[in-house]
């Protein structure tokens, strides 16, 4: 199934997504209730090219499992100049909600910058059931479906400033989307990155260098996930740049492509 | 005004705290609606011996704009036996708002550590409107009150760990109460902590190395600040252990205490 979240006037509602092959056939049936709660098909359909998808959910908290591929630790070190150093354990950074667009969406450039910024596409994990200490075994359990995160940087300020405050967490550095694919498996997702049509980055969700079952088990160790907590699982290169308008697409094989534009702050 | 956010059975209302110069006279006036929206002031009254005090809003953001002073950041160079750094500008952190508790409740030392957890205790800026690119003059428009944070902390992971996930954001770690007070002004709050009675910390909100007017303007320049959006504005201190069985208290003048109780992980 596909979970969306969507708009039509002033009303937000949940949905799902069927024969989404092309923009044109694909059809939206609305759902009261959410994927984290108990809901119900209604008999309502829209047409997927006249509503407007919304982020799949705005978390309570949003986690960025990185650096979790080698190719992603590698590349960010040697920008660096520096040798790469490989965590230990599996430790996560909290990003801001508050930064969180939709697919479709624009990245706004903030003018403070110089000007670029700099994608990671992520597969993302939504948290469907109350998960403390659970086992490695048992964790996907606590896992309502995926979708696509692009956990847009600004470099400069990534190597100039004390905290990730202004380097990962501007308004519109969260593209979320565009839905929650369920009953698939995480380890076996394709992730490819699209800079104006031109692939930047094609890996696999089994390279990671922690598996999300592995996340879940050592995070729940000490904080409890929440329904509808979101954990974007790392990217694997060090990508270029993006000037306003460009269009960067985040594709995951089975559920979708996330994509968005990049425009000046005005 | 002294707005707090209270449960009685299962309901949750806001109400505002009258007499409170002793639990015994202390009266919550319950109000329809919210600080952050039209609210209504109703008949209805409870004592405040009688009701359970809740965090006085789950912000969609917890920031915590620490370093913030110079004794705070020195202590903990000392501490790692470096000369302190000094930031250049001010740039805050994320917090897990999934760890907030209110006051009263306990903070649990997670089995995983060694036995002892750390106290921050913090000025609590709640803003009430939605700020963007506001200037250092404006800014104390877009606060609604003021309360208080303990920031508590795990030094032996802070000083392991790759991120701040397990040394400051694990359940329970961010105490927040006990209500938010209107009126005030933000550089001339006094603040204690009491750790069993004994004073650990005793300084003043005047003394932050940036005012709070200078980081919600900084903050709002790339980030929209939220209604309900907290930020914790720094400690003074490096302060020691606490130990399950301990009570920590986090006065600040005007405002009220907010105390809880260290217990182990059971």
Redesign the interface.
């Known amino acids: 199934m596909k979970w969306c979240r969507f708009q039509t006037g002033q009303r937000v509602s949940y949905g799902l997504v069927e024969d989404d092959k092309s923009a044109e056939s694909a059809v939206v049936i609305e759902v009261d209730g959410s994927p984290f709660a108990e809901h119900r098909i209604t008999a309502t359909r829209h047409s997927l090219g006249r509503i407007k998808l919304l982020p799949p959910i705005?978390p309570?908290?949003l986690y960025a499992a990185g650096p979790n591929y080698r190719g992603h630790l590698e590349g960010m070190a040697k920008r660096r100049g520096e040798p790469p150093r490989y965590?230990a354990r599996p430790?996560?950074?909290?990003?801001?909600?508050?930064?969180i667009i939709g697919t479709d969406d624009d990245i706004v450039v903030?003018k403070?910058c110089a000007g670029a910024v700099q994608p990671e596409g992520q597969l993302a994990v939504v948290i469907g059931k109350t998960a403390?200490n659970v086992s490695r075994e048992d964790a996907l359990d606590y896992v309502v479906g995926y979708s696509i995160g692009n956990d847009i940087s600004q470099r400069d300020w990534q190597r100039s400033?004390?905290?990730l405050?202004?380097a990962k967490?501007?308004?519109t550095f969260k593209p979320f989307g565009p839905w929650i694919a369920t009953d698939l498996d995480p380890a076996k997702f394709r992730i490819i990155v699209r800079h104006n049509g031109t692939v930047w980055e094609d890996f696999s969700s089994g390279d990671q260098i922690w598996d999300t079952p592995t996340w879940i088990h050592e995070?729940s160790?000490?904080?409890?996930?929440?329904p509808g907590?979101v954990l974007w699982m790392g990217t694997q290169g060090a990508d270029g740049d993006m000037v306003p308008g460009d269009v960067i697409e985040v594709e995951i094989s089975s559920i979708g492509v996330l994509r968005n534009r990049v425009v000046a702050q005005t």
Do not use: G, Q, W, Y
């Not at 430790?91 to 930064?99: F, H, Q």
């Not at 160790?221 to 929440?226: D, E, R, S, V």
């Open positions: 705005i309570r908290v965590p430790e996560p950074k909290l990003r801001s909600v508050n930064a903030p403070e403390r400033d004390r905290t405050f202004r967490n501007c308004d995070m160790k000490t904080a409890t996930l929440h907590d």
